[in-house]
Structure formats: structure tokens, C-alpha cells
């Protein structure tokens, strides 16, 4: 199986090198590793220079002339990969901090011969205590509202077909990606890569191969408060949007409108918003506006770093 690999980074370069080292360390190397670099500000092309990265012909390293968020940087990732599209079978799409085991893409390789109709493969996210992180896959449970329930553990135990994914690990043949287009730029981040895996699994079956380990290095989720950020506006409003474009459900406006609801009374008395009340009232139902509106692309009081109040 002949595969390239798309890394997207933005300022965390100590990461980035444990990542470009561990598709570089590959059972089954990639024939490219395209690097895009959304306009880091924290060294990263100086880093990488100094390890010896940029002079490794597999690397071809793209810096931005901005911040496009993940969202933007897979987008231009994929449209430049696809320029080379004649030199491989696959593209596989990751972040930065997202470490492949040495025999990854030995076992998606393993998959693709074993499932010749299949285009489109990912493989098991772990935290790195080795629990698995299971809301990098996921099924619609109700295709109304495109509801997602991840895929429990039980279930790694064997290979098994998914609808959605992150794009932590997935890796999807040049076939499949000339025929569903790029990803939705305008989300800046999140739900990107779902609503790209639903168009994914328009066209073939995705399968998630279990023992195809890649380690997420990122903090497991809190069970505690809420954290309500400019990222938060990005995550409801996307979902929103996504929901609105795959869904053929003639009530889902309605559905929406009574979600909402439902969500401003929780915002007013649930436990978990104490403290925070006013900023997520205004994050949420400003996303809610937006994402009913159809407004996409990167707003002003919700951009990277901004505090809300």
C-alpha cells in the first residue's frame, strides 16, 4: 500500500517532532509526509531545522501565511497533497500530536488487503496511560438529527465499521477524496472531520482496524465544570451547520429551536455552569444564531486566545 501522510501543526513544535519521527520510524514508510504549518509562532521552522527534518526528502513542509485553524490547514493539506495524488494510494490526516505506533500503517495496510472494497480505514486512539479514547470514533445513532454515540471498548477487541471519525489517524484512498472534495474551511475547528467522514462514508464502508494503535497526547477530559472558551462558540455552531447539511429531517429546525430551549434553562440552573453563567449564555446562544443564520468562518469575539466574559 503506497500512502503519504498530512501533519497539521500550529505552535507546538516539541510535539511535532515526536510525530514527524514516528511516521519517519514506520514499519511501512510513507512515500511523503506533507507538513502544514499554520503560521506557527513559536519556532517551529527554526526546530526543525535544527533536527534535521527539512533536509529529510520525505518531508515537504508548507508554512501558512496565517492561522487558518485545523479546519483551513487540512483544507490546503489535502488540496496540495492532491497535486501528487499520482504518487500514492492513500493520504493518511493527523495533528501534531499524535504519535503512530511503529506498525500502524503495517496494519492498515493488513486491512486494506484483507477489505478490497473498502477506501477508507482509521485505527485505535489511546491516551497516553493506553486507555482508549473512544470519541475519535463514533455511529450516528439517530440519522434525524445525525445524533453520535462513540464506539464502546468492547468492541476494540475486534475490527469493526464506524460513521465518523477524527482525523486522528484516518487514512482514506485518492480515490475517495477526488470524489467528496475538501474539507469545509470555514468551520476554523471542529467538526471538520466529521462532517468530512460522513461524505467519506457516503462512498465506502470505514472500517477501524484495533490493533493499528496511534497515541493521542492530549489531556483527558474533565468530569468537573465546564470550560467555556472561544473554542466553545466553534464546537456548537459547527455542529449546527453539519447537522443542517446532512440531515434531510423536515423537523430539524424545530428540533433545534426546542433544543435550545431546553439548553438556556440548564445554562440558568444547572450545578455545572456556576460561575459561568453569563459567558455561556452569550456563547451559546450566539452560536445558536449563527449556526441556524448558516454563518461560517472565524468571528471576531471568539478568535484563538480571546477571553470570554
Known sequence: ??????????????????????????????????????????????????????????????????????????????????????????????DDDAFFNQ???????KAAEECPDCRAFC??????????????RRRISNPRWLKETEVPESEYRHNFVLDTFSFVGCVISVDILSKIGLPNKEYFIYYDDTEYSLRVRSLTNIIN?????????????????????????????????????????????????????????????SPVFKGKRRPAMRVYNRAFKDGMAGIEGKQAPFLPGNKID
Not at 506498525?103 to 495496510?109: L, S
Open 103 to 109: 506498525d500502524y500503517f503495517e496494519q492498515i495496510e
Open 1 to 94: 500500500m503506497k500512502y503519504a501522510s498530512l501533519i497539521v501543526t500550529y505552535n507546538r513544535k516539541d510535539k511535532l517532532i515526536g510525530a514527524l519521527r514516528c511516521l519517519l520510524g514506520q514499519t511501512r514508510k510513507p512515500q511523503k509526509i506533507f507538513l502544514i504549518d499554520n503560521c506557527s509562532t513559536d519556532g517551529t521552522p527554526e526546530l526543525l531545522k535544527r533536527e534535521g527534518i527539512l533536509d529529510n526528502p520525505l518531508v515537504d513542509y508548507q508554512r501558512m501565511d496565517k492561522n487558518y485553524g485545523g479546519s483551513g490547514g487540512f483544507y490546503h493539506g489535502i488540496k496540495y497533497a492532491m497535486g501528487f495524488a499520482k504518487e500514492f494510494e492513500y493520504l493518511s490526516l493527523s
Open 123 to 136: 485505527g485505535t486512539v489511546r491516551y497516553e496511560d493506553g486507555t482508549i479514547q473512544t470519541d475519535h
Open 209 to 269: 482496524v484495533s490493533s493499528a494503535v496511534v497515541v493521542h497526547q492530549t489531556p483527558k477530559k474533565s468530569n468537573g465544570l465546564v470550560e467555556i472558551n472561544w473554542k466553545t462558540y466553534y464546537g456548537f455552531r459547527n455542529a449546527i451547520l453539519m447537522k443542517k447539511q446532512h440531515s434531510d429531517w423536515k423537523w430539524l429546525n424545530l428540533y433545534f429551536i426546542w433544543h435550545q430551549l431546553k439548553l438556556n434553562v440548564e445554562l440558568l440552573s
